[in-house]
């Protein structure tokens, strides 16, 4: 089963980072397919690592 705090708190992080990441995009001076595209391709592939390793799930309660 899935935490939604987890869930929550987890793609919170990821969009700073995403949003850091598109910080430095631009002060990069990349092009603009880059710009929109780096940033979800992190979010969408750090999100599924994350599930993939369970940080997601909740405890199992004995």
Do not use: C, E, H, Y
Not at 2 to 30: E, Q, Y
């Amino acid at each position: 089963m899935v935490s939604k705090p987890r869930v929550a708190l987890g793609m919170l992080v990821l969009a700073a980072l995403a949003g850091g990441l598109l910080a430095l995009l631009i002060s990069l001076d990349v092009g603009a397919f880059w710009a929109k595209t780096l940033p979800l391709v992190f979010l969408v592939g750090a999100a599924t690592f994350a599930q993939s390793l369970g940080l997601f799930n909740k405890k199992q309660k004995d």
